[in-house]
């Protein structure tokens, strides 16, 4: 159905200079300007897909690939069932203690997060009730990509009982984007992390990771399994890391 409003605003958006660009990098620099704008501002969710199509020259195709650059790129994150909204300005992690990056003198790299998706998962590609238990019944996704002092990029995907900790399938995790998720679960359920595992591979990164991180197909990275445990040994969450090939060194505390 035709939406007058929106179809003013993507007219009035799109650049007139971009001709040579594919359609789906037009489409993406109309919406990125409205957004830098302020039409849309952070936290703010966007039309949805077929409403682009409906009120642009675009296919739903198109659509759909220049929300996932855009996704890729840290301007918008997706909340599964609840649609695509405008990711929050760049910030410092407060306090990482899983991704401890050093420079040469051994001094601490800053880690800029931004939260890309939000879903829930049902087990099929990643077996985490090995690592939560096989009672655990709905888990949520929330995948990040850091940058690392802007030198280069990482990703993690972190899954947690949805039941037992909602807050993290809630709306409010685009604004806890930069906080460690340790002091999310202190701060809202009063669990506290005794100890955790970590193992630690050198393989071909996931197709779909190395999509996430821009890099080439088929690169080989580090992929680092983190399972954390309460006080009373029971699993809280499971988290994978993709570090790609970087001058940097990771430290891996024993605590």
């Not at 929300?67 to 840290?74: E, F, K, Y």
């Not at 009730?129 to 996704?141: N, P, W, Y």
Request: hydrophobic share 40%; aromatic share 10%; with cysteine.
């Amino acid at each position: 159905m035709s939406d007058p409003e929106l179809s003013e605003v993507l007219r009035r958006y799109a650049p007139d200079d971009l001709a040579g660009l594919p359609k789906y990098a037009r489409l993406r620099e109309t919406l990125m300007r409205a957004i830098d704008d302020g039409y849309w501002k952070p936290l703010d969710r966007l039309p949805k897909e077929m409403a682009l199509a409906e009120n642009s020259p675009y296919s739903l195709g198109t659509v759909q690939k220049a929300l996932r650059d855009m996704v890729q790129s840290g301007v918008v994150v997706r909340r599964q069932g609840h649609g695509t909204f405008v990711a929050q300005r760049e910030g410092v992690m407060a306090g990482p203690r899983h991704l401890l990056f050093e420079d040469d003198a051994g001094e601490p790299l800053a880690l800029f997060p931004r939260l890309v998706a939000q879903e829930r998962d049902d087990g099929a590609t990643v077996d985490w009730r090995r690592h939560l238990g096989k009672s655990v019944r709905e888990v949520v996704r929330l995948d990040r990509i850091f940058s690392v002092a802007h030198q280069f990029e990482c990703c993690s995907r972190f899954y947690i009982d949805a039941t037992r900790y909602p807050v993290f399938a809630s709306a409010q995790m685009e604004g806890f984007q930069t906080m460690n998720f340790k002091d999310i679960l202190r701060r809202e359920y009063n669990v506290v992390i005794e100890r955790s595992s970590r193992t630690v591979r050198v393989t071909t990164l996931p197709q779909d990771v190395g999509a996430m991180l821009s890099a080439e197909p088929g690169i080989t990275g580090a992929i680092i399994d983190f399972v954390t445990f309460a006080g009373d040994g029971q699993a809280v969450y499971y988290q994978q890391a993709f570090v790609p090939p970087n001058p940097y060194a990771l430290r891996v505390e024993s605590r």
